[in-house]
């Protein structure tokens, strides 16, 4: 059985997509039975999304340091 150290360097290293499909088999089983890997995935890919989300706007708002400086004078 794949070890939390395995499947957590495959799902921060992004390399999970060059595995066999055995070994994406093993995470995915891994993933159902251990609640701690299952977080770190759900939590990589909300980052993922966010950076996205962030990529996306900033393309189409006029740059992601503009954004930030408004956000933080709306906040004082």
């Known amino acids: ?3 939390c150290k395995q499947v957590a ?3 921060t290293s992004d390399q999970l997509q060059s ?4 070994r994406r088999m ?4 891994h ?3 251990c609640t701690l890997c299952a977080r770190l995935a759900r939590q990589l890919n909300q980052i993922r999304a966010g950076a996205r989300g962030l990529r996306e706007g900033n393309e189409a708002d006029g740059g992601l340091e503009e ?3 408004r956000r933080l004078t709306r906040m004082q």
């Open 1 to 3: 059985m794949i070890s």
């Open 9 to 11: 360097e495959l799902l």
């Open 26 to 29: 093993e995470v995915r089983l």
């Open 19 to 22: 595995q066999s499909w055995w």
């Open 31 to 33: 993933l159902a039975m």
């Open 67 to 69: 954004r930030l400086i």
